[in-house]
Nanobody, 112 residues
Framework: VQLQASGGGLVQAGGSLRLSCAGASSIFRTSIMGWYRQARGKQRDMVATITWRGSTTYADFAQGRFTISRGKNTVYLQMNSLQPEDTAVYFC?????????WGQGTQVTVSS
């Protein structure tokens, strides 16, 4: 499973970014898709997940500011009201049964 993440960048505090992750596999459509992030020196944390039926879960820090959605072969993460503590490498993930696939990360940097 190939996952290609994009959309990261540098933004000022209070700004917005939209991350995208394109999947190049038929199993993508029935996988639980998710976004995770890893700040420097910290563990990787779940940001949001979405099932193939559209059910979503969010980390507490993402609730109300971030929105995960998915299209046929792409999963998105709309991030609003970004803060410096949101600075991290963001990874997309596809969970298909017991198998977990990761895309390369995309850097999000929020300046104060």
């Amino acid at each position: 499973v190939q996952l290609q993440a994009s959309g990261g960048g540098l933004v000022q505090a209070g700004g917005s970014l939209r991350l995208s992750c394109a999947g190049a596999s038929s199993i993508f459509r029935t996988s639980i898709m998710g976004w995770y992030r890893q700040a420097r020196g910290k563990q990787r944390d779940m940001v949001a997940t979405i099932t193939w039926r559209g059910s979503t879960t969010y980390a507490d820090f993402a609730q109300g500011r971030f929105t995960i959605s998915r299209g046929k072969n792409t999963v998105y993460l709309q991030m609003n009201s970004l803060q410096p503590e949101d600075t991290a490498v963001y990874f997309c993930n596809a969970q298909y049964g017991a198998r977990s696939y990761w895309g390369q990360g995309t850097q999000v940097t929020v300046s104060s």
